[in-house]
């Protein structure tokens, strides 16, 4: 179960095994094939690819997978039947584009249009779509799947998590890391089909790999709630 006390306290759950190895193996075929047929929505670095937009939109079988399996089981019973998918993004680190984040929160949304509307600051156009802050509020109320497509150990540039600071306040990045680093971070070690469920507002942060190779996560961000004033969320 994914709805319990220890979900609401630390603000994250790893569910082992949430995705079997013959789907990790099939989304992993159809994500390849739509990176080499599809340039639109890659992220590059060194003219080598480490992330894709909207990857999920572009691959069927993936959609039908988080639409029959991830979202009945591990999303609705969090947000509610509402929950849907409103952001998908494929990230890999690799021996070429081995990067690593600071601790921060994951404020921004993804929105198909711009639009004038009251508590949405900062924007920001990427690829096909529009980067937002919303208010806190929103935030509040979504939750992040990381669906792990390799082994994700110690040596793998894990994330790192503060529990329990999505219930900390709005605070400046400085603010945020100053209090993460006086806090007791947990590292989380993932194998390939887990899924780590996480509210966005967790402060996390990952490092660089120590023996890079492949580092997939399908990072998917779920939320019941619909947009003010005609914005549209992107997936």
């Known amino acids: 179960m994914t709805n319990t006390p220890e979900f609401q306290r630390n603000g994250y759950h790893l569910a082992k ?5 013959a789907p990790i193996s099939e989304w992993l075929r159809a994500a390849s094939r739509r990176m080499e047929s599809a340039p639109e929505g890659l992220v590059s670095r060194h003219g080598e690819p480490y992330a894709m937009r909207g990857i999920v939109a572009q691959c069927p079988y993936i959609a039908a997978c988080i639409r029959e399996s991830i979202l009945p089981r591990l999303i609705r019973p969090l947000l509610g039947r509402e929950a849907r998918l409103v952001r998908s993004l494929l990230l890999d680190k690799t021996p070429d584009n081995n990067w690593g984040v600071p601790w921060h ?16 600051n900062g924007w920001r156009e990427k690829g096909e779509g529009w ?6 509020e929103l ?5 992040t799947a990381r669906i792990h497509l390799d082994d994700c150990l110690a040596d793998d540039g894990p994330l790192s998590v503060i529990p329990g600071s999505h219930e900390w ?3 400046s990045w400085e603010s945020i890391v100053e209090r993460a680093n006086d806090a007791e971070a947990s590292e989380i070690h993932a194998h390939r089909g887990d899924a780590l469920l996480m509210r966005p507002l967790l402060v996390h942060s990952s490092h660089r790999a120590l023996k890079p190779s492949h580092r997939r996560v399908l990072h998917l961000e779920f939320c019941a ?8 969320w992107c997936d």
């Open 225 to 232: 709630e619909e947009l003010p004033a005609g914005l549209e």
């Open 139 to 143: 935030l509040q109320k979504m939750v």
């Open 131 to 136: 980067y937002v802050e919303p208010p806190f």
């Open 105 to 120: 929160r994951d404020l921004n949304i993804a929105v198909k249009n711009k639009g004038d509307v009251p508590g949405f």
């Open 169 to 171: 306040p709005s605070l």
């Open 17 to 21: 095994g949430a995705v079997g190895d």
